[in-house]
């Protein structure tokens, strides 16, 4: 495995790839990168919206019982197996030099890269307190977390067009939803307004004054105000997503217009060489969507760098194509693939270059 880079900003590290933020998005797109030859590093200060999952749900081969941080603490050792350099940092400034490549600085690290990926996600503005504890009745992921309230009573906590249609949505799992504006005046149009009235949900105005909870720390009904009492199982809140796109717009990629990264099908920003996966970019806020952009930028990338085929003006620029001139994966990239131990290929006959064929490992 790679050794740790540590300080480095008299000779920053050099790498093809740097995937900035390591949620499932940015470690998928590491561990693309990395398998198909292209020397990768990711930054990530950690804490994202993965590691906060209690447990996961909707990722087919993950048991519900696995917590985010033990999802993604698999998934830096796989990136690591493969020789890819996981750095816990935060980012905290991008430019771009004049050769093209991109010099990015975090707290201990500071690396050039030909390629850069926004895998920084956002994160959910908070309502005010008293509050449940995340997973246990305060819930942001409806499409992970609605299917424990089906038949439940649910609150959707919010004054926007969002809430508005989250709580409409609602009733697709359960008759028992309220609106809680918590003292807000509605900011909805009049049409949702009226939609909204059409449908079986009660909007409450008054703002929570407590909750209880049972003995597990489960929200069981918040107090209003007013003195009345309803119970809950749990909800979400709808106060809006804060996209980390700073370092992305201060190279001058475009957003669009609800905040996130605008891209084309493989994660393709409109600066050359920079793509972003994930949250931070449209679509559904999932795990298997964010390995899915993950997987393709990973790929795009390689598409956009790759050698071979190499064009014959290349080929006769260069004075011909030995086969000492491949394979086009970085030396070092190469030797980890060949030792590959503990994985599937296993170490390959021969693989310490003695010239003689290495014994079988238990696992043959
Ligand atoms: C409570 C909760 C439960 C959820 N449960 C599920 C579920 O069960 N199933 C499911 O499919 N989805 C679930 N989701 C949604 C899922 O977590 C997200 O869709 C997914 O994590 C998106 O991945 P990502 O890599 O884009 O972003 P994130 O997981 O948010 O990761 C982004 C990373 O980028 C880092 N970062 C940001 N800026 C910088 C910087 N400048 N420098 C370095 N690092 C940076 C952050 O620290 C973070 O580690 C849940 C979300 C929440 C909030």
Known sequence: MHSYVGVMSDHPEEYEVTVVGGGPAGLTAALYTTRLGHDT????????RAAMMLDTHNVIGV?????????????????????????????????RLEDGRFHLTAGNVEVV??????ATGFSDARPDPPLPRTGKGLHYCLHCDAYMFVDEP??????????AHVAMIMLNF??????????????????????????PIDVVDDDIESMEKDDDGWLEAFVFEDGTRREYKGGFPMYGSEYNT?????????????????????GRTNVEKVYAV???????????????????AGIGIHYDARTFPMSLEDIEARGGLSKEDVPAVSSRLEDIAVHHEGHA???????????EEEPASADD
């Open 41 to 48: 590093a990711v930054i990530n200060r950690g804490g994202g």
């Open 63 to 95: 048991t519900e019982e696995t917590s985010g941080n033990e999802f993604l603490a698999t998934g830096v050792e796989q990136v690591q197996s493969y020789g890819a350099d996981y750095h816990q940092d935060f980012v905290t400034d991008i430019e």
């Open 113 to 118: 890269s030909e390629f850069v990926v926004f």
């Open 154 to 163: 649910v609150y959707v906590m919010g004054h926007g067009e969002a809430a």
């Open 174 to 199: 359960t008759p028992e939803v309220d609106l809680l504006l918590r003292g807000d005046e509605p900011t909805w149009s009049e049409e949702t307004d009226t939609q909204l009235r059409a449908h």
């Open 246 to 266: 700073d370092l992305a717009e201060s190279i001058g990629v475009e957003l669009n217009e609800d905040g996130t990264i605008a891209v084309d099908d493989h």
């Open 278 to 296: 994930g949250d931070v970019v449209p679509g559904h806020n999932q795990i298997p969507v964010a390995l899915g952009m993950g997987a393709k």
């Open 345 to 355: 290929g296993g170490p390959r006959a021969d693989s310490d270059g003695d010239g």
